[in-house]
C-alpha cells in the first residue's frame, strides 16, 4: 500500500524521483553503513536506488535495489596483507603510498565485476560515490552523462580540497593522516605542509596516471574525464565534532545523517545496563579491528586495568572468550553502538576514534578514551583531546599506568562528560536534519544539471596562478629590475667620472 501511494504522489505532485546510482565499493564496514544509510534515505523519499558495493542489506527497503560486488570481501583478506595494528607506527607518507594500492586494487576489480557490468547498459539521472580513492570511477557521470555528487566518508581532506579549489591553508588545517590540531608548532607545520604536498604529488604523480589507465581500458569514451568534474560534496563531519574550516558553496557538512534515533534494547542487554549501579563502560574498536589479534600484552593489560574497576564493562570482541576475562565484563561480537551509547548508565566510550563512533558518541554526549590505530583515527582522537571530552592513548605502547590513570580521570573529572554534552548540543543545534539536508541538494543537483553555478573559479585555475606565483614574480621582477638598472648605471656614471679624473691628472 506505501509502495502505492509513493508512487501515486511522484505521479501526481511535483516532487520528482528520480533513479540514483550509489557507488560505495569499499570492502571496510564502516563505509558501507554510510553508503547503506544515504540509499535508504533516498528510497524512503520515493528515489529508485541502486547501491553498488561489497556488503548486503540483511533486509533492503522498498526502491532500493542492491549490486553486490560479490568475492571482493572473501580476496580483500589475501590481496592486502596490511596487518592493521602495523599501521599505527607507519610513518604517514608511507600510509598514502598504502592507500594508492588499496584504491587501484578495488576499483579494478569493480570495473571486471559481472554486477558492475550490468549497470553499465542501464539510465540513471544522478551518481552518487564515495571518495575514497576510486577516482577512476568518477568517469561513470560522463559514461551515463549526468552530475556526479561525492560523499567524502571521512569529512574535508586534501583530496576534496584540491578537487573544489577549497581554500584549506596548511598553516591551521592538519592533515587528515596526522594527528596535529589547528595549533602547531613551526615544526608541525613544515611537516603538515610537506604532507599535503606528498598527497599531491602522488595524486597527479603516481595515482592519478594509475587510475586513467582504468578509465581508458573500461570507459574508453571518457578517457579524458577530468577527476575534479564533480558537482557536489557531502562531507561526513560536522562543526561539533571538528574545529571550523572554510568550505566552498558546492560541500556541507552531513555528519550523524547515519544515526537513527533510540531503539529499545534487547531485554538482557537493558537488563544489565539498567542494573549497573556504578555505571557502565562500552568499549569498541569498531568493525574493522580485531582486538583478538592484537598482541597478548596489550590485551593483558587491558584486562589487568578493567578488572580493578567497579563500573561494568560491555566489550566488543571478535570471539567467545577471552583469557582471563574480568568478571565485570560482559563480551559480545555485535551490539548496537548507538543505542546502548544512548542509556544513562553509559559512562565511558572506549574507542579507536574512528568517525563513526566519533558521531554517535558526539550524538549521546558520552566522553570518550581513544585508542587510535589507524586512518583518521588519530586525526579524531587529537580533535577529542582539544575539545576537552576525550583522552586519547597510544594502543601499541599502552601500559597499565596510563590506562588507569587516564580512565580515572575521564570517570572522576566532571570536565569531560560536561564537554562531551556541550559538543552534543551543538551536534543537535542544526536548522534541519541532516538526511533531510542531503535530500535537498540530491534533488537540487539533479533539478540545475549539476549546479555549475556553485563552483568556484580558483578551480580551473592552473596552480601557479592559484597561488599567485606569477604576481609574485612579477613583482619582483618590478621592484628588482629598476633596482638592478639603477645600480648598473651608477656604477657606469661613477666609474666615469674616477676615469675622467684619472685622465686629467695625467
Ligand atoms: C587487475 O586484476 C587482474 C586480475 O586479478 C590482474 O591480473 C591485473 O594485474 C590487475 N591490474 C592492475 C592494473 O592492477
Ligand atoms: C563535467 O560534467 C558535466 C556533467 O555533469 C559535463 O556536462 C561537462 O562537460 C563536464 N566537463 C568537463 C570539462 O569534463
Known amino acids: 500500500m506505501k509502495w502505492f501511494a509513493l508512487i501515486f504522489l511522484c505521479a501526481v505532485s511535483w516532487v520528482q524521483c528520480y533513479k540514483i546510482l550509489v557507488l560505495f565499493p569499499a570492502t571496510s564496514p564502516s563505509h558501507f553503513i554510510l553508503g547503506n544509510a544515504l540509499g535508504r534515505g533516498l528510497a524512503k523519499a520515493g528515489h529508485e536506488v541502486t547501491v553498488l558495493s561489497p556488503f548486503q542489506d540483511k533486509n533492503p527497503p522498498k526502491n532500493y535495489r542492491e549490486a553486490v560486488l560479490t568475492g571482493l570481501l572473501e580476496q580483500n583478506d589475501k590481496v592486502t596483507p596490511v596487518n592493521l595494528f602495523d599501521m599505527e607506527n607507519m610513518h604517514p607518507w608511507l600510509s598514502i603510498y598504502v592507500m594508492n594500492f588499496l584504491g587501484n586494487d ?56 584540491v578537487d573544489t579549489a577549497n581554500p584549506s591553508p596548511p598553516s591551521y588545517i592538519p592533515d587528515v593522516f596526522l594527528s596535529y590540531s ?47 568534474n564533480v558537482s557536489f560534496y557531502l562531507l561526513n563531519t560536522h562543526e561539533s565534532i571538528s574545529e571550523s574550516v572554510p568550505q566552498v558553496p558546492s560541500a556541507i557538512n552531513v555528519g550523524g545523517f547515519h544515526i537513527n534515533p533510540p531503539k529499545e534494547l534487547p531485554k538482557d542487554l537493558k537488563k544489565y545496563l539498567d542494573n549497573a549501579d556504578d555505571g557502565v563502560i562500552y568499549f569498541s574498536m569498531g568493525s574493522n579491528i580485531q582486538l583478538s589479534k592484537v598482541k597478548p600484552e596489550i590485551r593483558d593489560t587491558l584486562t589487568k586495568v578493567l578488572r580493578k574497576l567497579k563500573q561494568r564493562v560491555l566489550w566488543k570482541y571478535d570471539e567467545d572468550t577471552l583469557h582471563r576475562k574480568p568478571d565485570n565484563v560482559k563480551l559480545g561480537k555485535w551490539f548496537p553502538q548507538s543505542d546502548i551509547l544512548a542509556h544513562p548508565n553509559v559512562k565511558l566510550f572506549i574507542t579507536h576514534g574512528g568517525l563513526l ?9 558520552v566522553p570518550v578514551l581513544a585508542l587510535p590505530v589507524f586512518g583518521d583515527q588519530k586525526l579524531n582522537a587529537a580533535k577529542m583531546e582539544t575539545l576537552g571530552y576525550g583522552v586519547k592513548l597510544s594502543f601499541s605502547a599502552i601500559t597499565e599506568e596510563d590506562l588507569t590513570e587516564a580512565l580515572n580521570k575521564i570517570l572522576n573529572d566532571p570536565k569531560y562528560r560536561e564537554n562531551a554534552k556541550m559538543r552534543s548540543k551543538l551536534f543537535h543545534d542544526r536548522p534541519i536534519k541532516p538526511m533531510d539536508e542531503i535530500l535537498y541538494w540530491v ?19 592552473p596552480w601557479y596562478q592559484y597561488l ?8 619582483v621582477l618590478f621592484v628588482t629590475i629598476p633596482i638592478i638598472l639603477l645600480y648598473i648605471i651608477c656604477k657606469k656614471l661613477c666609474c666615469s667620472g674616477n676615469e675622467k679624473k684619472k685622465q686629467k691628472k695625467e
Open 106 to 161: 578495488v576499483v579494478n576489480k569493480t570495473f571486471e565485476h559481472v554486477n558492475f557490468k550490468k549497470l553499465l547498459n542501464e539510465k540513471f539521472d544522478l551518481i552518487i560515490m564515495e571518495q575514497f580513492k576510486f577516482d577512476a570511477m568518477k568517469a561513470l557521470s560522463c559514461h551515463f552523462n549526468v552530475p556526479l555528487i561525492m560523499v567524502s566518508t571521512i569529512g574535508a581532506n586534501v583530496w576534496v580540497n
Open 182 to 228: 589547528s595549533k602547531m608548532n613551526l615544526w608541525q607545520r613544515t611537516f603538515n605542509s610537506l604532507t599535503i604536498l606528498v598527497q599531491i604529488l602522488n595524486n597527479n604523480l603516481i595515482f592519478y596516471p594509475a587510475q586513467r589507465k582504468f578509465v581508458q581500458k573500461y570507459l574508453p569514451k571518457c578517457a579524458d574525464y577530468d577527476f575534479n
Open 357 to 365: 563512533s566519533t558521531l554517535e558518541t558526539i550524538y549521546h554526549g
Open 443 to 461: 534533488e537540487y543537483i539533479v533539478r540545475h544539471k549539476g549546479a555549475p553555478h556553485l563552483q568556484i573559479a580558483g578551480k580551473n585555475l
Open 468 to 475: 599567485l606565483l606569477d604576481v609574485v614574480l612579477l613583482v
